[in-house]
């Protein structure tokens, strides 16, 4: 019969009518058996046309949504056949895909922790084991930045070439990881024991749904949405995305490359600057560059996080007190800092944010040095709540400071006064 099917919306039909049986219940084995004895390959393409086309022939994107982890295994074989696509270091689908890397790697870590409790005498204490799947959880997390970029750069495209359909799916798909993530981790957050019995239920049902959603989106997104997506941008489109990337953030992973496309287009488009290349400020302007060197000159770090809870920006100090990386932008403050001490945060943020209080102040002693640690609350001219910043400063000097200096005497090599 495989030369019925010779053809593309041929080898369509065939697939949807097949789609149509297993949402009316045919055994999802049985289907998988007459795919793979009429098809001889499945084009990415092929499972993406499928999707619209059921979508406008009348099956409820929600229905879809449904069959469509279902769907993905029975064509997985073929599906396999597919390479993941190769694009150059700063596109935006080698930045998607690198994601993943880091992504498949804190899940694998995850797996394997689950696979030595699930080894393990029942009544044995697991619960530094189960810490450290919660700490990797909560890195998990960063996966939000990740799908709202694919929601909000790259899926308008396929609606502006009116196919909303499938984007619509995968959203769907999105909000259950989603869901999953921030159950398991309240789940984790209200048990701070665990034998491996307890330990065992709550990983194969709650920390293997995060995991298999994560995985399988993945899957999807290399075998179905980013070939189809080169396929359907241009270049033009692309690099728009790619120019809007940095507002969202990056997830577990920081491009170190710039990506400029070939195109006459690419001369009139770029990152806006302020005019004459200067920052205007309510006090005054600054180059970009005398703004990055003030805060880089700082001898403080300072830290500031949105009213939504969003860090935005880090002080590139040259001797930081706490290690920053430019992967905790656009990363939730809570998922920022040990699980023990997530209360202390959003407590300092809710008091903040209901104008109870204006700073909060700590102070730690590591080795010989005291540390300083202030959290402001940020407001505007109105007094309305627009985020926390944190300062962060080495005191111990200025804790021994005794008398006073009023003549120049430089404290490093260099001319002095007396």
Not at 76 to 99: A, C, N, R
């Amino acid at each position: 019969m495989s030369e019925l099917i010779n053809n593309k919306q041929k080898r369509i039909e065939v697939m949807k009518n097949l789609i149509r049986q297993l949402h009316q219940g045919v055994a999802e084995d049985r289907i998988r058996m007459q795919l793979e004895s009429l098809l001889d390959e499945a084009d990415y393409n092929d499972v993406f046309v499928m999707e619209v086309q059921l979508i406008q022939e009348g099956i409820p994107a929600e229905v879809v949504q449904d069959l469509c982890d279902t769907h993905t295994r029975v064509l997985k074989k073929h599906l396999d056949l597919q390479e993941t696509p190769q694009t150059i270091p700063g596109h935006p689908v080698h930045t998607f895909i690198e994601e993943n890397r880091e992504l498949t790697r804190i899940t694998t870590q995850v797996r394997q922790i689950m696979g030595q409790i699930a080894a393990l005498p029942a009544d044995t204490d697991v619960s530094v084991q189960m810490g450290v799947i919660h700490q990797l959880l909560n890195n998990l997390m960063d996966v939000e930045k990740h799908y709202r970029r694919k929601e909000n750069l790259l899926f308008p495209y396929f609606e502006k070439n009116n196919l909303p359909g499938p984007p619509s799916v995968m959203w769907g798909k999105h909000d259950e990881v989603r869901e999953f993530l921030k159950t398991t981790l309240e789940g984790l957050q209200d048990v701070m024991q665990f034998t491996a019995g307890e330990a065992n239920g709550f990983n194969q049902f709650s920390v293997a749904m995060v995991l298999d959603g994560i995985d399988d989106m993945i899957y999807k997104e290399e075998k179905i949405l980013f070939p189809t997506a080169l396929d359907l941008l241009t270049e033009k489109e692309w690099y728009e995305i790619y120019l809007e990337s940095d507002e969202t953030g990056y997830c577990l992973y920081v491009p170190q490359f710039e990506w400029t496309p070939e195109g006459d287009f690419t001369k009139e488009m770029g990152k806006p600057e302020n005019k004459d290349g200067r920052v205007q400020m309510p006090t005054g302007t600054f180059r970009l560059e005398e703004l990055i060197g003030m805060f880089t000159t700082l001898p403080f770090d300072v830290t500031f996080v949105d009213k939504d809870d969003t860090v935005r920006y880090f002080s590139p100090g040259k001797e930081r007190i706490f290690e920053r990386t430019r992967a905790i932008l656009g990363r939730k403050v809570q998922y920022c800092h040990p699980p023990k001490s997530v209360h202390i945060v959003n407590k300092i943020v809710a008091d903040f944010k209901a104008g109870r209080q204006e700073r909060a102040r700590f102070w730690i002693n590591m080795g010989e040095k005291l540390i300083y640690i202030v959290y402001y609350a940020v407001r505007d001219d109105k007094g309305e709540y627009m985020g926390t910043l944190e300062i962060t400063q080495d005191v111990s000097e200025i804790r021994q400071l005794e008398g006073e200096r009023r003549l120049l005497a430089y404290d490093e090599s260099g001319p002095e006064s007396v």
